[in-house]
C-alpha cells in the first residue's frame, strides 16, 4: 500500500513594517505519494539555488518532481515554476494560468489520497491541497491561512479580495486539517 508523506521543503516567511508587507517569501512543500512527486508552490524569483539545494539536502532532484501545484499565482508562489521541465503545472482557471496548466476543480483528486481544494478570499482561485497521511490530514495552504497568527487570531489574510470568502475558506481548512501548512510559516497542528 502506497504510503503518503509531506515533506516541507523550504519555510516561508513574510516581514511587515506596520502593516505593509515588505518581503513575502512562500512555503514550498513536497508531497511524496512513492511514485509521484507533487510540489505545492515554488517560491520567490531568485530562490531556485535554495529551493534546488533544500530538494538534494531531502533526498531529491528537481527533475523528479511530478506535479507542481501552485496555491495562487502571486510571485512569491510560483516564482521558481521554469525550474521543473518535467513537472505537470496545476493552478485554478480564476488565477488566469499560462495555457499549459490544468484546472483544479474542488475536492478533485490529485494522486491516492491528494486533493485540491478552492479556498478563494485571498485571491479569486486560491486553492490548497489536502494531502491523507495514514490517519492524519495535511492540509498545504497557501495565503488561505498565510501565517500561524492568522490561524490562531482567525484573521484573513490582510490582502484579500473578500474578507467573507477568505475567513469561510480558513474555517474550512481548519475543519478539515489535523497539519495546516501555511504560505508563509511552518506547519503547526489543530487545536481540536
Not at 521543503?9 to 505593509?20: A, C, H, L, N, Y
Not at 498545504?140 to 497568527?149: F, H, L, Q
Not at 490582502?159 to 506547519?187: C, T, V, W, Y
Request: negative net charge; hydrophobic residues 40%; glycine residues 8%.
Amino acid at each position: 500500500m502506497a504510503t503518503t508523506q509531506v515533506i516541507p521543503i523550504k519555510v516561508g516567511s513574510i516581514i511587515r513594517d506596520g502593516t505593509i508587507v515588505v518581503d513575502a517569501r512562500s512555503s514550498v512543500t513536497m508531497i511524496d505519494c512513492d511514485d509521484l512527486l507533487i510540489l505545492v508552490d515554488t517560491g520567490q524569483v531568485g530562490e531556485e539555488k535554495i529551493l534546488t539545494e533544500a530538494l538534494v539536502e531531502k533526498g531529491f532532484s528537481k527533475s523528479e518532481i511530478n506535479i507542481v501545484v501552485n496555491t495562487h499565482l502571486h510571485l512569491d508562489h510560483c516564482g521558481c515554476n521554469d525550474l521543473f521541465k518535467n513537472a505537470i503545472f496545476y493552478a485554478d482557471k480564476r488565477e488566469n494560468p499560462p495555457i499549459h496548466f490544468r484546472s483544479t476543480p474542488d475536492g478533485a483528486g490529485l494522486a491516492p489520497g491528494v486533493r485540491f481544494m478552492s479556498t478563494p478570499g485571498h485571491t479569486a482561485g486560491s486553492i490548497s491541497v489536502v494531502a491523507e497521511t495514514g490517519k492524519k490530514i495535511h492540509v498545504v495552504a497557501g495565503d488561505a491561512i498565510p501565517t500561524y497568527e492568522n490561524y490562531e487570531k482567525m484573521t484573513p489574510p490582510a490582502i484579500n479580495i473578500d474578507q467573507k470568502l477568505a475567513i469561510e475558506s480558513m474555517k474550512r481548512i481548519i475543519e478539515r486539517a489535523d497539519f495546516i501548512i501555511p504560505g508563509h510559516g511552518a506547519m503547526f497542528a489543530v487545536n481540536r
